[in-house]
Nanobody, 125 residues
């Protein structure tokens, strides 16, 4: 089992920045790809960004150029640097980890095995 705990959420004005962290514990050696997803009120959870164990990244078009995903494998921590935040970025942000190297699809929630509890990000206009 892998446990994921997000932190760093909060309230920020439009144009501001936040940095989310996701600390992993447990059988972290089994993790392969990791990602961030978000769910706004009344909407389905959606893909934000993902990163492979080797550092290759993938972003949703809505955040490309504003968000940066990174990971520190030695510290088992995933990050999401969010710049130029917009009110439409308001959501609960979840980190997730996938185990399979062959079956993991960065944008597919079904291919992630472990999820954090989420952290709220609110962007005011």
């Amino acid at each position: 089992q892998v446990q994921l705990v997000e932190s760093g959420g909060g309230l920020v004005q439009a144009g501001g920045s936040l940095r989310l962290s996701c600390a992993a514990s447990g059988r972290t050696f089994s993790m392969n790809g990791m990602g961030w997803f978000r769910q706004a009120p009344g909407k389905e959870r959606e893909f934000v960004a993902a990163i492979t164990s080797g550092g290759s990244t993938n972003y949703a078009d809505s955040v490309k150029g504003r968000f940066t995903i990174s990971r520190d494998n030695a510290k088992n921590t995933l990050f999401l640097q969010m710049n130029s935040l917009k009110p439409e970025d308001t959501a609960v942000y979840y980190c997730a980890a996938g185990v399979s190297r062959l079956l993991w699809i960065p944008r597919s929630q079904a291919t992630y095995n472990y999820w954090g509890q989420g952290t709220q990000v609110t962007v005011s206009s």
